[in-house]
């Protein structure tokens, strides 16, 4: 089945209080060239059947309105993956 | 209803029938594989008469399972129902054998609580095991009619060090604070153990407790033909299918069908939703039975339900709503999907039903009927996949008198006391000298079992609901009921393993005064009594012993206290390898207050009053914090425990209460006084000056055993002056032991006389810092 | 006449029977307000209490920003209606653009429960003018999102025109920035915050005091502030 | 600077309530044609050199052992991004 795929990530001036947490659980065990971990979201949207450009376009603006908070988030891709 | 209509042509859908069973008696079965016995097996050919149709034997093997059946356990939980004297069941609404007890508590209201295990899942996944834990003990408390209005949580861990443990922590932190604090329940209190005898097998027990008035009780049967029966809540899904999924496959080798998750996911949203929404159905009185969706899912709910009505039932399977269509019949009756109910509605109700449940967006489906046959028939489409009584999978699975064996070890364990210890020198006291001894007083009260349990219970709310009178740190959680007269009720939860280990009869009995004496100084009466029995496997003649040895003091404490157990649960097989945890027996005991204003506070609050030791300091330090913590050691016997005492203790705090005589009062358990004095001092900040001496020579106990020894039977109270005399003559003329041990004061430091004095910022930094250093 | 007071529920907020108690205890009529319905049935003002409305399953308030009643009282609260937003309301009133930021996790990723010690920074709003200018009051705080970010442009704009209306005090629960706990709009009308006044209103159910255990009831001020708002309006 | 994105799903089979309470949201306010939604997480590993083959093996076996819990969710993606 069809999916778009909206990816949601915290904005990159605003604090991530979770990726700070995980950076430092990483760098804990022994992963010191990672310099940043950065967390967001990967929102799925499934259909039964094929989809359109107005799908995305919907999903675009979904993923700008609803899925994010454009004060703290960006949505940084937008994409169709069929399988 | 459209339930069974024919439908043409007709497509065999290729499942095990019914008819099919009954035409292929030599076909293998892999009951084994779903941990049936031989003999279970042939049982259950003898009941139907034919051999099972795969979905059958799906409902038998899961409903004849250790976890449903209690078929190790049945023959010892008897006697909680049988020591039972009239006056104890005079408040007793609905006793075991139900989803949970109901009590009477007065003023037409009742309560329901019960303490559940959700160990083994805890371990695997900690974050969902333990949140869906909540959820499934919430919902039994929801099924008998009643508001649930507060949690609490009874852990043990392995050991704090151990790096497997933070995970654990973590994980089951995370699920309870989760799920419980989306519910909107407060959590009022529980408790957090470390020991490495739990390191591979954590132990994740919740409570729930629930108010109702009377007339709102609801019981889980299905009785009048013709009512209809509704799944409503969450979709079936494969959640919590495990090894089920072996029933589908033809080969019943490693070549089948990839095992489905054993863990389930939960959405404390929903359940939430199903609260109000069944709390509505309830009050527009459209149910007439009830039942909620827990272990056995499905299979557990049609048999119970028509079981206890004494009715049968006739259900379309395909009428549930899936979240996954692969699913097969075997597993829709199989699966352990959160947050689902099963209602038993009268026809004349739907709409009215279904108005409810579409207002919550709570999605439903009828999927069978109430028939005046003793007969579950089960059907996929036109087919006939389940034929039987139902009592038969219900209730009247295999029951065991499994084999019990006196420990080999437990001789040497007993001889190995405090006393005879270290090569026969016994334990090394500090008795002469004072710094070694206060530093042990830090030690003890910093490390983590005794340390504050704030980094834990911080992470979850209290506050909601508006009627939490007590929650931690205090003896027990306390809730108002009712908001016009202040008619609330008290739990508290105990369970010592380390005592349990040393003698599984005392153990039992000491949880139980130790949850009765926290009641007690609360102000509240105790009441009625719950449990959840963790022990090693039942196949273990040792383990089955303490088994034996601790449901016998339970009961037989019950009996002595006059307070009867209303409902619990059984966990066994907590082991690693064939190491069994410590047998961890934990007992609630529930009371009840008239008005929670009148609650005593844990801590001293005023400078100037003066502290009191009820009670009589023997040197009991067998098993104690002391001989753990301070000597890494466990042997000997645990502290005598004297219920009758217990009880006229109970009743002098009650009165002493009653006259506004107390200003506060803690009991005294593990880590003895130590940890009381430190506790009492650093709940509100209010320093004190503690003398020993008269301890000591009254008790003949050295300093040592008046610090740290876990006597039972005693209780720290503060007094103002003026209530002084009123206080010691209530004390006297009842026969307990009194002694004035200290004064309260302003200093900021807490003085125990020719010992040490510390300044309280210090001593609270020691005491609450101990987890977030490890977990933070 | 009495003066009635809204307080919503979405499925999944846990505070609104402790909220409507709240206003009762101050003085005035509790009229629970549904999300699916868009009529506020004539309230003088609205509580949009705390849970989890929705389960907060995307970012928390932002399903329930959504809701029908929630768009009347985006409405209202434009046209001047009194709106207090407790914990998950204030994620909902941030969601819905009433106020700016956004809340984030704790910065401790954990939920955390405690009595917490605010200052009262804006006492010129209907929800605060009982208080006293700078006043320290404690409430319990209980949340899992509750760090406030904006960028620094809106931190600058909010500190410059006054619009804090509860700090912190006594450390920073949540990571939260400035150590806000609360916020106004320009107008005043709409305040939101984290900690939960609604559990500090009755002797005996709220925070510990230095006087005696949980006898604290600084949240009521909120409330009867909005009656005497009201009143004088 | 180069990141490796390490992308985390729940299990098909288990349950999302997350998913379900967005996809629930969207078909009230029209959305119809989605017939399910999945949330999972984006992390976002960053580097301040150049990304090599073994830093993303690394970063698999970190997602599959500590980012994500092999019981309920599944790495469905790790990519390298470079800007
Ligand atoms: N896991 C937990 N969840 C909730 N409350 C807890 C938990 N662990 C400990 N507590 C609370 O911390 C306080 C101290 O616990 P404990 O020392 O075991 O009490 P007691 O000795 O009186 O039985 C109590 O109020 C108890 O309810
Ligand atoms: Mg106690």
């Known amino acids: 089945m069809p999916k778009i795929i909206v990816e949601v990530m915290p904005k990159e001036v605003l604090l991530d209080p979770q990726g700070k947490a995980v950076a430092n659980s990483l760098h804990r065990t022994g992963h010191k060239d990672i310099t940043a971990v950065r967390i967001g979201k990967r929102i799925e949207l499934h259909f039964d059947r094929p989809v359109t450009e107005a799908d995305v376009a919907a999903a675009q603006k979904i993923g700008e309105s609803f899925l994010s908070n454009a004060v703290i988030e960006d949505v940084v891709a937008v994409t169709v993956e069929d399988n | ?776 | 006449m009495t003066m009635k007071i809204g307080v919503v529920t979405f499925p999944g907020t846990l505070d609104d029977r402790d909220a409507q108690r709240a206003v009762r205890i101050a003085g005035a009529t509790a009229v629970p307000l549904w999300h699916a319905d868009a009529n506020l049935h004539k309230v003088d003002a609205v509580v949009l209490p705390g849970g989890f409305s929705y389960g907060d399953y995307l970012r928390c308030g932002a399903i329930a920003a959504q809701a029908p009643v929630t768009e009347a009282i985006i409405k209202a609260a434009n046209g001047g209606l009194p709106v207090l937003g407790i914990c998950n309301g204030f994620q909902v009133l941030v969601e819905s653009h009433l106020l700016p930021g956004g809340l984030i996790r704790n910065e401790a990723q954990h939920f955390i429960c405690r009595d917490q010690k605010l200052r009262v920074e804006n006492i010129n709003t209907p929800w605060t003018n009982q208080f006293e200018l700078n006043q320290e009051i404690t409430i319990p705080l209980k949340n899992g999102e509750g760090g406030y970010i904006a960028t620094d442009e809106t931190l600058k704009r909010l500190e410059g025109e006054g619009l804090v209306a509860f700090r912190y005090l006594d450390g920073n629960p949540n990571g939260s920035m400035n150590d806000i706990a609360g916020l106004r709009n320009e107008r005043g009308n709409v305040v939101g915050l984290m900690p939960h006044p609604e559990h500090a209103v009755e002797a005996g159910f709220g925070p510990d005091t230095n006087i005696a255990m949980r006898s604290g009831i600084d949240g009521l001020k909120f409330f009867t502030s909005v009656i005497n708002a009201l009143v004088n309006a």
Chains 1, 4 share one sequence.
Not at chain 2, 409 to 433: E, S
Not at chain 2, 455 to 477: C, E, M
């Open chain 2, 1 to 776: 209803m459209a339930l069974f209509k024919k439908k043409t042509p007709f497509v065999p859908s290729g499942v095990d029938t019914t008819a099919n069973a009954a035409a292929t008696p030599q076909k293998e079965q892999p009951y084994a594989l779903l941990g049936l016995k031989d003999d279970e097996y042939n049982r259950i050919r003898e009941i139907l008469g034919r051999r099972p149709s795969s979905s059958e034997l799906a409902m038998y093997s899961v409903m004849w399972s250790e976890h449903c059946s209690y078929k190790s356990s049945k023959i010892y939980l008897r006697q909680f129902g049988e020591k039972v004297t009239e006056d104890m069941k005079k408040h007793l609404m609905v006793g075991m054998g139900e989803n949970a007890g109901v009590v009477d508590i007065g003023e037409g209201w009742a309560v329901t609580f019960k303490v559940e295990s959700h160990n083994h899942p805890s371990y695997i996944e900690p974050f969902q095991g333990a949140a869906t834990g909540v959820g499934g003990i919430v919902r039994d408390i929801l099924t008998m009619g009643a508001r649930p209005i507060a949690v609490m949580d009874q852990l043990r861990f392995g050991a704090p060090e151990n790096p497997d443990t933070a995970r654990v922590v973590h994980g089951v932190v995370d699920g309870i604070s989760f799920y419980g604090n989306c519910l909107g329940l407060p959590n009022i209190g529980g408790e957090t153990v470390f020991d490495k005898v739990y390191q591979g097998n954590p132990l994740v027990n919740a409570l729930s407790v629930g108010a109702l008035r009377h007339e709102d009780l609801k019981l889980a049967k299905a009785s009048n033909p013709g009512d209809l029966v509704i799944l409503f809540g969450a979709r079936t899904g494969a959640d919590g299918i495990g090894g089920v999924s072996v029933l589908a496959s033809e080969t019943f080798d490693s070549t089948g069908p990839s095992r489905r998750p054993a863990v389930q996911v939960g959405d404390p949203f929903a359940e939430k939703v199903l609260i109000e929404c069944c709390l509505e159905l309830y009050a527009a009185q459209v149910v007439a039975g009830i039942q909620d969706l827990g272990g056995a899912g499905i299979s557990c709910a049609t048999s119970e339900l028509a079981s206890n009505g004494g009715a049968g039932m006739r259900v379309q399977l395909q009428h549930v709503l899936k979240r996954d269509e692969s699913l097969t019949p075997e597993e829709i009756l199989m699966s352990e999907s959160q947050e689902r109910m099963m209602g038993v509605v009268p026809k004349k109700h739907l709409k009215a039903f279904e108005a409810i449940v579409n207002k919550w967006e709570v999605e439903y489906s009828v999927i069978g009927e109430v028939i005046n046959e003793d007969r579950l028939y089960i059907n996929w489409g036109e087919e006939e996949i389940v034929n039987v009584p139902p009592r038969t999978v219900a209730h009247d699975g295999p029951v065991y008198e499994r084999p019990v064996a006196y420990p080999a070890y437990q001789d040497a364990l007993n001889a190995n006391n405090v006393h005879v210890a270290a090569n026969g020198n016994g334990l090394h006291r500090q008795n002469h000298n004072s710094s070694e001894l206060a530093a042990q007083v830090v030690q003890i009260i910093s490390s983590p079992n005794q340390a504050d349990k704030g980094w834990i219970t911080d992470q979850y709310d209290r506050y909601v609901g508006g009627n939490t009178a007590l929650a931690q740190p205090d003896d027990s959680g306390m809730v108002r009921v009712s908001e016009t007269t202040g008619l609330g009720i008290a739990i508290a939860t105990d369970a010592n393993g380390r005592f349990c280990q040393l003698d599984p009869y005392q153990g039992a009995k000491l949880a139980l005064a130790e949850a009765y004496r926290n009641v007690a100084v609360s102000g509240a009466s105790p009441m009625a009594v719950t449990n959840c029995l963790n022990f090693g496997s039942p196949e273990n003649p040792e383990v089955m012993w303490q088994f034996k040895q601790a449901t016998a003091g339970l009961a037989d404490g019950c009996l002595e206290l006059g307070i009867p157990v209303t409902g619990g649960n059984v966990s066994f097989y907590n082991q690693t390898g064939d190491v069994a945890i410590h047998p961890t027996p934990v007992v609630g005991v529930l009371g009840v207050i008239d008005d929670v204003a009148r609650r005593i506070p844990s801590g001293w609050q005023d400078a100037g009053h003066n502290i009191y030791l009820l009670g009589v300091t023997k040197d009991e330090l067998d098993g104690s914090v002391w001989s753990e913590v301070v000597h890494g050691h466990l042997g000997g016997r645990p502290p005598v425990v004297d219920l009758a005492f217990e009880k006229q203790l109970a009743e002098a705090i009650a009165a002493a209460s009653e006259q506004g005589l107390l200003a506060s009062a803690h009991d005294l358990s593990e880590a003895g006084l130590a940890q009381a004095v430190a506790e009492c001092t650093l709940r509100f900040g209010m320093g004190a000056r503690i003398w020993l001496n008269e301890i000591c020579e009254r008790d003949g106990v050295d300093r040592t055993a008046a610090l740290f020894s876990e006597s039972t039977g005693r209780v720290l109270v503060s007094v103002g002056r003026e209530d002084d005399v009123k206080f010691v003559g209530l004390c006297e003329a009842r026969g307990i032991p009194v002694l004035r041990i200290g004064v309260t004061d302003n200093s900021g430091e807490l003085e125990i006389q020719e010992l040490a004095t510390w300044n309280l910022a210090d001593l609270g930094a020691a005491h609450k810092g101990t987890l977030a250093e490890l977990f933070g």
